[in-house]
């Protein structure tokens, strides 16, 4: 009965494996855009991932949306800490490149 136990535990672990190995691999932070205006998602957008520091914001990592106006890892090749961060969405030149104006002009 013991031994019954005993491999169904090691079963049990060798498919959650790969689920944990997957997760380990994603990136924690994704970004999608879309224009409310128009419903389609927002290409070539800049976005910023920052993290409040002593003297201000500190830049963290930098990307732009692709045509499906996603991108899939903001977050960097670094451990996640406690602490306040923001995700600024520089819009300004995507609503020129459309001819259209906005509500936030960054």
């Known amino acids: 009965m013991l ?3 005993l491999v169904l535990s ?3 672990a060798a498919f959650s ?4 190995v997957y997760a380990a691999q994603q990136n924690i932070l994704s ?4 224009n409310q205006q128009t419903g389609k998602p927002a290409a070539d957008v800049t976005v910023t991932l920052e993290k ?3 003297n201000g914001w ?3 990592n930098t990307a732009k949306t692709d045509k499906d106006g996603r991108i899939k890892a903001l977050w960097p ?3 996640a800490t406690t602490g306040d961060y923001r995700v600024v969405f520089k819009t300004g030149d995507y609503f020129k490149k459309q001819n259209l104006e ?3 002009p960054e």
């Open 3 to 5: 031994k019954r136990y």
């Open 10 to 12: 090691v079963v049990t």
């Open 58 to 60: 500190l830049q963290l």
């Open 77 to 79: 090749e670094q451990t």
């Open 31 to 34: 970004v999608h855009i879309l």
């Open 52 to 54: 409040k520091a002593d």
């Open 102 to 104: 906005s509500f936030f």
């Open 17 to 20: 494996l790969p689920s944990l």
